[in-house]
C-alpha cells in the first residue's frame, strides 16, 4: 500500500513570497491532517479535513495560510505572504475512520525554509 | 486544554542497554495515545498505539505501557541498537476529538 505523497520534499523562499504544499493521502483515508512542525518542537496541527469539508481550522492563521482538498482526496495548503517564523516542516496525514482507531499516517513532510 | 510533556529532552545511552522513554499529559480522557519515530528530515512512523482501555502494547522490542489514572506512558525499548536512534515522540488523542496533542519529543542517541 502507498504511503501519504507530499511534494516539493524542500522549498527556499524569501520573505512576502508565496509558497503552495501537496499531499496525497492514502487511498481510501477520508480524513486528511496538515501539521507545522517548528525545529525542536512537537508537530502542531493546522487543519483537519474530513472529505473535502473542513473540521478544525482553529490554529490555521487565516490571514496568511489556505488549505483545499478539493474531490475529497488531494490537498494544498499555501502560505501568503511568508514570514520568517514559518520556516518548519509541514506534515501532511491520513487515516482511515472505518477502524476506530483513527491512526494517523504520515507522509515524508515538506521543509520549508524562509530567508 | 490537553498538554503532553515528554523528559527528559535528550538521552544518549551505551548499544545493548535497555531504556524507557517517559511521556506524561494533563488530561486522563483519552481515546488513545501513540508513539512515533522521527529520523532526521524524514517523517514521522507510527510505533505503537494503545487505546484507553488497554494498559500496554508490544511490538518487536518496543513496549509501551499506559497508566490514564496517572497521565503517563512509558515507552519500553529492549536491547538497544545505533539504528534506534532517532526522536520519539507521543501524542495523545481526546474523547471527541481526532487531533493528536504531541510532546516536544525525546531525542535518542545509541552509542556505539
Known amino acids: 500500500e502507498a504511503g501519504v505523497a507530499q511534494s516539493p520534499r524542500y522549498k527556499i523562499i524569501e520573505k512576502r513570497q508565496s509558497v503552495a504544499f501537496w499531499c496525497n493521502p492514502i487511498?481510501?483515508?477520508?480524513?486528511l491532517y496538515w501539521y507545522q512542525q517548528i525545529l525542536g518542537q512537537g508537530p502542531k496541527l493546522l487543519i483537519q479535513?474530513?472529505?473535502?469539508?473542513?473540521?478544525?481550522d482553529s490554529q490555521l492563521p487565516k490571514d496568511r495560510f489556505s488549505a483545499e482538498r478539493l474531490k475529497g482526496v488531494d490537498s494544498t495548503l499555501k502560505i501568503q505572504p511568508a514570514k520568517l517564523e514559518d520556516s518548519a516542516v509541514y506534515l501532511c496525514?491520513?487515516?482511515?475512520?472505518?477502524?476506530?482507531?483513527?491512526?494517523?499516517?504520515f507522509g515524508p513532510g515538506t521543509r520549508l525554509t524562509v530567508t | 486544554k490537553q498538554e503532553v510533556t515528554q523528559i527528559p529532552a535528550a538521552l544518549s545511552v551505551p548499544e545493548g542497554e535497555n531504556l524507557v522513554l517517559n511521556c506524561s499529559f494533563t488530561?486522563?480522557?483519552?481515546?488513545?495515545l501513540q508513539w512515533f519515530r522521527q529520523d532526521p528530515g524524514k517523517g514521522l512512523t507510527s510505533l505503537l498505539l494503545?487505546?484507553?482501555?488497554?494498559r500496554e502494547q508490544t511490538s518487536g522490542r518496543l513496549n509501551a505501557s499506559l497508566d490514564k489514572s496517572s497521565g503517563r506512558s512509558t515507552l519500553y525499548i529492549a536491547a538497544s541498537q545505533p539504528g534506534d536512534s532517532a526522536t520519539y515522540l507521543c501524542?495523545?488523542?481526546?474523547?471527541?476529538?481526532?487531533?493528536?496533542?504531541f510532546g516536544t519529543g525525546t531525542r535518542l542517541t545509541i552509542i556505539p
Open positions: 479535513f474530513q472529505n473535502n469539508g473542513v473540521v478544525d
Open positions: 494503545i487505546q484507553s482501555s488497554q
Open positions: 501524542a495523545v488523542r481526546d474523547f471527541g476529538n481526532e487531533k493528536l496533542t
Open positions: 496525514a491520513s487515516s482511515l475512520e472505518a477502524d476506530g482507531s483513527y491512526e494517523q499516517y
Open positions: 487511498s481510501g483515508h477520508a480524513t
Open positions: 488530561d486522563s480522557a483519552i481515546y488513545n
